[in-house]
Nanobody, 119 residues
Framework: QVQLVESGGGLVQPGGSLRLSCAAS????????MGWYRQAPGKQRELVAA???????KYTDSVKGRFTISRDNAQNTVHLQMNSLKPEDTAVYYC?????????????WGQGTQVTVSS
């Protein structure tokens, strides 16, 4: 089992920044990839960014150049630095841990943290 605990969500004005963090514990050794998904009201859950244990990253097009994912393998933590936030970034953000970049039925999700971008 793997436990994922997110922190850092909240309310921010357009153009502002937030930093999300996720701490993983448990049987994390086989989870090569950690990442962030988000789900906005009425929309499907989508990949935001992911990073492998060897540093390979993936971003959805809408956040490239604004969001940066990073990972501390020794601490089993992953962070998402979000800059130049837009109202369309409003969503619940979920931390994930998986063996591959695509999520499978045996992979793990956090509880989610709300990010609201509004003036």
């Amino acid at each position: 089992q793997v436990q994922l605990v997110e922190s850092g969500g909240g309310l921010v004005q357009p153009g502002g920044s937030l930093r999300l963090s996720c701490a993983a514990s448990g049987s994390i050794f086989s989870m090569n990839v950690m990442g962030w998904y988000r789900q906005a009201p009425g929309k499907q859950r989508e990949l935001v960014a992911a990073i492998s244990s060897w540093g390979l990253t993936k971003y959805t097009d809408s956040v490239k150049g604004r969001f940066t994912i990073s990972r501390d393998n020794a601490q089993n933590t992953v962070h998402l630095q979000m800059n130049s936030l837009k109202p369309e970034d409003t969503a619940v953000y979920y931390c994930t841990a998986s063996r591959f970049f695509s999520m499978g039925p045996d992979d793990y999700w956090g509880q989610g943290t709300q990010v609201t971008v509004s003036s």
